[in-house]
């Protein structure tokens, strides 16, 4: 399993600083805002920071907006923009799909429930085709 939750970690933060790295580039550093980002997702950053920013005893992160962004969310924010990523990424159906499928896994893995092996292989196949789609 921490295999699994090792790669999963590593996919989830790929997809956003993919997100950051294009919205960046097609939109500047101040990207994170509607319309760019749809309104009930920023509200919900925003939201979580200054939960995590009153938390002050909580070490780590607690500045960057998109890190508060829910797993769910990252696929919408892609969508919403998706003229700066059509070129990387085949469809969004094919976005929301694997998104979905992952974020399934990846919730049943944070609540500390066992996955099967045929849902391990399930994992390994969606990242490799992110990999190779983006490029990585």
């Known amino acids: 399993m921490s295999r699994l939750y090792a790669l999963i970690y590593c996919f989830e933060n790929s ?6 790295q294009r919205m960046e580039d097609h939109h500047g550093a101040s990207w994170f805002q509607p319309p760019t980002v749809p309104k009930k997702i920023c509200d919900h950053a925003q ?18 907006l998109l890190s ?3 797993f769910g ?4 924010i892609v969508t919403n923009s998706w003229l700066d990523f ?3 990424i085949p469809s969004q159906h094919w976005l929301k799909q694997r998104m979905e499928e992952l ?3 990846r919730n049943f893995m944070a609540h500390n429930r066992f996955l099967l092996p045929a849902e391990f292989q399930r994992i390994e196949m969606y990242v490799a ?3 190779r789609m983006v490029g990585l």
């Open 15 to 20: 997809v956003r600083a993919l997100i950051r």
């Open 47 to 64: 939201t979580r920071m200054e939960d995590a920013q009153k938390n002050s005893w909580l070490e780590g992160q607690k500045k960057d």
């Open 68 to 70: 508060f962004v829910d």
């Open 73 to 76: 969310h990252l696929a919408d």
């Open 86 to 88: 059509d070129d990387l």
């Open 103 to 105: 974020e399934k896994a």
């Open 129 to 131: 085709d992110w990999n």
